[in-house]
């Protein structure tokens, strides 16, 4: 019996995963992901909240029961701006909302969590690309800037244990 899990980085260049989890190490399947869809505003841009719920409804359709979200717990980083860590917790913020919107139970995960799980404590980010290819093989993550679908892959890895 297989389930479905979503796993959402929620950065502006972050992404949502679907995955088909399945209990053979190896043989969980990737069925969509897709880049954070995003709204100019001004010189940044924003989650396009509209465009979130429904992709996540639609999938939660496709999957034919609720599936469980996973979403990673964000915080400022040190060193950041004032406006870039406000617009960032904003998006944070939005992209919970669409959730609470959408009526879809959601788990919040630390980055350390999902990491550790993963075996990606302590290497470098573009490690995620090459994991999430082995977690789930036929995964095309050949692209740099595949990192955001990588995290939310094994975001949503996380929570097969």
């Known amino acids: 019996m297989s389930d479905f899990r979503i796993g959402i980085d929620p950065g502006i260049t972050g992404a949502l995963a679907l995955l088909e989890m399945v209990p053979d190490p190896g043989k ?56 870039s860590m406000f617009n960032f917790g904003m998006g944070y913020g939005m992209v919970q ?25 302590n290497t470098e980010k573009d490690m995620a690309r090459t994991r999430a290819q082995q977690l789930c093989p036929g995964t095309d993550l050949s692209l740099k800037k595949d990192i955001g679908k990588a995290d939310a892959i094994l975001i949503a890895y996380y929570g097969k244990e």
């Open 28 to 83: 969980s399947k990737v069925m969509a992901v897709l880049p954070m869809p995003v709204l100019p505003l001004g010189k940044h841009q924003q989650p396009n909240c509209d465009k979130l719920a429904e992709i996540l409804v639609g999938w939660s359709h496709q999957a034919k029961i609720e599936p469980i979200v996973f979403l990673e717990e964000v915080h400022a980083m040190p060193g950041q701006g004032s406006v």
């Open 97 to 121: 909302g669409v959730l609470c919107a959408t009526g879809l139970s959601y788990v919040l995960v630390r980055p350390q969590a999902w990491k550790k799980r993963a075996g990606l404590l």
